[in-house]
């Protein structure tokens, strides 16, 4: 008999190669499956939510896996936490549960929610370093608001897609954008079920290209309908976007 646990995720993306298991590289699914051996005694599968890329971080990544042995929650989050920190991994369990074995932490998924976090100062980032996407002037948050609405809704977003995209359809669902400033910080958070490669990131360079008033929020509708990545953004860097949290 196999039993299941659904655990939350906190990780600093900087020197992780996304969250995806890659041959030689370091990435968080990796860290977590090294810190589980100790206790699964054999190498666990663990499956995320969402597969975040190079340099994105994590608040409340989601992710399951089977252990062949019925443990304390707690002992488990202990254990993961203990071998995480002694391998130097960027990366903390923030909770653990027992969960029904049918339960999937990708496809049980209603909701997946990012945010990207931009800094508008003259002066460099030091505390913030690999936080926040540095901008040394202020953006138009009230046009970058009007902007956003156009994207809300079900769309082809193949304007925003990235060029290696595996999904078999660019229409994605965007549920709500919310664009917020706190003095010299912004925080951009977009909801949907599921997004396009990439999509989040450039999205957010778009934004920005209003922001900045070199497009009307009307062009960004206009560059919407096109289809075409050749005529949006370019791609937000990746130290900004921050997997926030999913619902089930």
Not at 31 to 41: F, I
Not at 128 to 140: E, S
Not at 195 to 208: A, D, E, M, P
């Amino acid at each position: 008999m196999l039993y299941r646990y659904r655990i939350t995720v906190e990780y600093d993306g900087t020197n992780f190669y996304g969250w995806q298991r890659q041959d030689g590289l370091p990435t968080v699914q990796q860290a977590l499956e090294d810190a589980l051996l100790p206790l699964s005694k054999d190498h666990t599968v663990v499956y995320g939510a969402g597969r975040t890329d190079t340099g994105v971080h994590a608040i409340g990544q989601v992710a399951h896996f089977d252990l062949a042995k019925d443990v304390d929650p707690f002992r488990v989050q202990e254990c993961l936490n203990f071998h995480l920190l002694n391998m130097n991994a960027a990366a903390a369990v923030i909770d653990t549960v027992r969960v029904p074995n049918d339960f999937d932490a990708r496809f049980n998924a209603i909701e997946r929610s990012y945010i990207y976090k931009i800094m508008m100062r003259r002066a460099p980032l030091v505390l913030l370093k690999n936080r926040y996407w540095h901008i040394k002037h202020y953006l138009d948050v009230e046009n970058m608001q009007k902007a956003a609405q156009y994207l809300i809704g079900k769309h082809d977003f193949s304007a925003f897609r990235a060029a290696g995209c595996q999904a078999t359809s660019p229409i994605k669902t965007i549920n709500s954008i919310s664009i917020e400033q706190h003095d010299q910080s912004l925080s951009i958070e977009i909801k949907a079920r599921s997004f396009l490669y990439r999509q989040v990131r450039n999205i957010v360079g778009s934004l920005y290209m209003v922001g900045c008033g070199k497009w009307s929020p009307e062009q960004l509708y206009t560059i919407l309908q096109s289809k075409d990545r050749r005529l949006s953004g370019q791609t937000a860097p990746a130290c900004g976007l921050y997997f926030q949290g999913v619902k089930y």
